[in-house]
């Protein structure tokens, strides 16, 4: 049963670096109408 818990472990790795891009994606697009509302 190893295999199930690599297979959960790999999904969930995934799942946390899927969500860690879309973060990223927002804090820099909220950086860029900052920066766009202040010039």
Do not use: H, P
């Amino acid at each position: 049963m190893w295999y199930f818990s690599w297979i959960l472990g790999t999904g969930l790795a995934c799942t946390f670096a899927v969500l860690n891009a879309m973060w990223l994606e927002l804090r820099l697009s909220d950086k860029d109408k900052e920066q766009n509302s202040a010039n």
